[in-house]
Structures are given as C-alpha cells and as structure tokens.
C-alpha cells in the first residue's frame, strides 16, 4: 500500500508518497503558495496539487500530524488549520483514509526520542529510506516521518488508530 504523509502550511506544505512494503520513496517534495495572494486561492493550489499526486500514485492511507497550539502563537495555528482542512477535504473526495498522530509518537517512532529535534528527524529518514541524503527542506522529511509511522504502528501488534 502507498502511504501519503502530508506536513501542512499555508506557505509551504510538505509532502512524501512511500511505498509501504517496500518502503521506497515514490514521490516527495514541497507546494508553496505566495503569502501575497488571497487565502482561498492558497488552500485551492494546495488542494490541486494534493489531488495531482492522489490521481497519479493512488495512495490507500494519508497521514496528518495533529495540530498543537500554544495560546501565545493562535494565529499560526489557525493558518495551519486553513491547510488540514484542505488535506481532510481531500481525503473525502478520494474516499482516502485519514490518519493522525501526535508529533511526539511520530519522533518517538522514527528516533526513539518523543522529543527529538527536527535535524534528528531527518537523519533517521535518510536512513530508514536509505536515501543518500536527509530530505529537504525539513517539511518533506516531516512528511515523510509521518508515512513512515504509519507502516511502522500497523505492522506493529500494538499499533491501533
């Protein structure tokens, strides 16, 4: 089965497509959009985009970190929301099961360290993946951390959603 982990932003969403038995790369990489132009067209280049690679790779499963938002930053999370909802949409047009994890059982999963940084991260995706090199930027190696989780908590027997 493909796995889709999608690392949403308004500006930058980062996304990776693994192959889950394999565990190969697919497809992975960023869509930006302008912080210039109104939001609506934004989330719809996004949502696009999105439904490009769904259309192309079929992915089974699409994965989401869930949202954590400080009280001092609500606007960024918001902003964030703006691109889940995206994300979620998409899953309904394709009928793709949506899956959501915290970031700390993600970093737990692919480090060992719920609280690993970020340069952490990508290092252990480079070498799950046995890439030549760490992902960029760190919003592609997010996502893809997050589709690795997923192949990694349902293979697991203690692994349910």
Known sequence: MRILGIDPGLGTTGYGLIDGGSFKVIEAGVIRTKSGIPVQE???KIFDEISGIIEEHHPGVLVLEKIYSHYKHPATAILMGHARAMACLVCGKFDIKLINYPSTRIKKVITGNGHASKAQVQRMVRELLKLKRSPEPVDV?????????????????????
């Open 42 to 44: 934004r989330i719809k």
């Open 141 to 161: 190696s997010d996502a893809l951390a997050m589709a690795i989780t997923y192949c990694f908590v349902e293979r697991s027997p203690m692994g349910s959603h």
